[in-house]
């Protein structure tokens, strides 16, 4: 997934309101989102997905493998395919 991609779709406002929607849910204010808070996260938006998707797709928007989605990697998320969830 390619931040740049998502922020040259977006204008300010945009990216702005994507921000808070990332801030929400990420519960301990690290700057990032781990699979806790993104199974929150999904539980809210999307509560008919399943268990068995969930870690496969944090791992899919977690583009550096680093075992946490950061602002950039939710952004291109939140742009491009959350509602496949």
Excluded at 15 to 41: A, P, T, V, W
Excluded at 43 to 69: C, M, Q, R, W
Aim: charged share 30%.
């Amino acid at each position: 997934m390619s931040d740049t991609t998502a922020e040259n779709k977006l204008n300010q406002e945009q990216i702005d309101s994507i921000r808070k929607d990332f801030d929400f849910f990420d519960q301990d204010k690290n700057g990032q989102i781990d699979l806790k808070e993104f199974i929150e996260l999904l539980t809210i938006l999307s509560p008919k997905t399943k268990a068995s998707h969930v870690e496969e797709g944090f791992n899919l928007i977690d583009g550096n493998s680093d075992g946490y989605i950061d602002f950039e990697e939710f952004l291109t998320w939140w742009n491009e395919c959350w509602w496949e969830y």
